[in-house]
């Protein structure tokens, strides 16, 4: 999966999710303000990510996401290990 | 000082109208809300008839975060308390800022829990069963929604009594407020409708096989009945001191002043006349009335053999034959743990409106139902006082004496 291909996978589920319209999923947009997380929301977090990409992401790995460009280099690094 | 108790919104969510409207119209024309739901047949139920009720979208009025947690029994509780607040006069803003509790009946999670369940053994991991099921999973679920909802910073717990749990959370929050240690509460009951909650009930032989013909199926006191009919949904009762009602301005719809409560202490699922006819006695003493003065009695009857038999004996004891008596579950079928305060919701829509919905499919009287005056059919009559009856498995017995303002 390339780059433009993990930003329209994940524009599309986590607009779905959260409810959010899929344009405000850009890179410099802060993830956890954009989304409007609070840490329940993490868990639904981590289950969408696995249902879409197939891997579940550790605390830590979300520790250093805090735009959307960090989300997508976690989804790529992930994704190219497994 | 003890302090007067009325009733001042009303909503209700069921099988015979999504609104109070709709319900009032269902009643005056005795419409049957039951249906035949063949996927329960494919399911092992041996009888498919059910009362039915769609999930409700809620997406137009609360957010994810707020419907997340909702499975049937706090969507349904949700709708029917929007509207009864609606009509208290009752807003957030308000809410939060004056103490105001919450004690509601439910008495399963089931379609929640099982699939919760589901996805836990498929998944393997229950970090991936996701943030909302346990708040669905719980039977406190109608609470924890809706005091968070609501922001509802009062008394705040759910009341499990089976099929009496809506009349019982009438009861004891009449009793709070009478007693002055809270100005008002929200009160109800909510039932799940799936087909999970119903299968072990079902198998005891306790439903009406009569599937051919889902109108005529749900019988009380009538002489060929042959079971209840499940059903389901929503109701929600507001009661508030008469103090607080007056200081808001407030619609005032009528005063509780008796509540009857007794355990049989005896079977687990068979009726039992002694305890039926304690708790009758209970709420009539309580109300301070003699038994005359109740002009209806909206009888607990599912369409059970014995359990009809039982009430009409216990109704005739305490009350006499000539107060008129009709089950709204010949409509609504058995809407268990909603249905104390479901039928509490119908009979205030009688008393309202001057008349008396009909027991339908009441044909033939039996041994005991002859002796009690059931009215078949539409009728009108003031209504000025009216008793309820709610009894439940494990032997919990409830009777709620209700009247009109004045």
């Keep these: 999966m390339n780059r433009t291909e993990i930003i329209e996978t994940t524009k599309r589920f986590l607009s779905e999710e959260f409810e959010v319209n899929p344009d405000v999923i850009e890179s ?10 609070d840490s329940l929301d993490y868990v639904d977090l981590v289950v969408v990510i696995d249902e879409n990409f197939g891997f579940k992401p550790t605390a830590d790995d979300l520790k250093g996401v805090e735009t959307f460009e960090h989300f997508f280099e976690l989804v790529e690094r992930k994704l190219e290990i497994a | 000082m003890e302090h007067r108790v009325v009733i001042t919104g009303l909503g209700i969510y069921s099988c015979i109208g999504e609104d ?31 009362g039915f009720v769609k999930d409700p979208d809620l997406k137009p009025f609360l957010s994810r975060r707020e419907r997340i947690g909702m499975h049937q029994p706090a969507m349904f509780a949700y709708m029917a308390t929007k509207e009864a607040l609606e009509q208290a006069k009752l807003d957030i803003d308000f809410l939060e800022h004056h103490e105001t509790g919450i004690i509601y009946g439910n008495d399963s999670t089931a379609g929640a829990v099982i699939e919760t369940i589901d996805k836990a053994r498929a998944r393997k991991d229950n970090t991936l069963i996701g943030s909302g099921d346990i708040f669905q999973n719980m039977n406190c679920t109608v609470n924890m929604n809706l005091s968070t909802i609501y922001k509802l910073k009062g008394i705040n717990l759910t009341l499990s009594a089976a099929c009496a ?19 008002r509460i929200i009160c109800g009951g909510a039932q799940e409708i799936n087909q999970y909650a119903m299968g072990s009930f079902d198998g005891l032989g306790a439903f009406s096989i009569r599937e051919d013909k889902p109108h005529q ?23 508030e001191s008469l103090a607080s009602a007056m200081k808001r301005g407030a619609p005032i719809l009528g005063e509780i002043i008796g509540y009857g409560f007794s355990s049989n202490g005896d079977h687990i699922s068979n009726p039992n006349l002694d305890g039926q006819f304690r708790s009758l006695s209970m709420a009539i003493k309580q109300a301070g009335i003699h038994s005359d003065e109740i002009d209806y009695v909206n009888a607990h009857a599912t369409s059970t053999p014995i359990g009809d038999l039982m009430e009409a004996e216990a109704i005739h004891k305490v009350i006499g034959g000539k107060v008129p008596v009709s089950s709204t579950k010949s409509m ?3 809407e268990c743990w909603m249905a104390g305060a479901s039928e509490v919701v119908y009979s205030m829509l009688m008393m309202q409106n001057d008349f008396i919905a009909p027991n339908i499919n009441f044909e033939n009287p039996d041994e005991a139902s002859q002796k009690i005056n059931i009215i078949p059919t539409y009728t009108e009559k003031n209504i000025d006082c009216f008793l309820s009856n709610s009894f439940g498995f494990g032997g919990t017995n409830s009777s709620l004496v209700i009247k009109k303002f004045k």
């Design chain 1, 28 to 37: 410099a947009n802060n993830l956890r303000d954009t989304l409007d997380l």
């Design chain 2, 20 to 50: 109070k409207a709709a319900v009032l119209e269902s009643l005056q024309n005795g419409k049957s809300g039951i249906i035949y739901d063949a996927p329960r047949k494919e399911f092992g139920y041996r009888s498919a008839l059910t």
């Design chain 2, 165 to 183: 749990s809506g009349s019982h959370s009438i009861g004891m929050a009449y009793l709070m407020i009478k007693q002055g240690l809270q100005d």
């Design chain 2, 217 to 239: 199926a749900s019988r009380p006191f009538d002489r060929d009945r042959d079971g209840l009919v499940p059903s389901g949904g929503a109701a929600t009762v507001i009661i």
């Design chain 2, 332 to 334: 609504t079928g058995h």
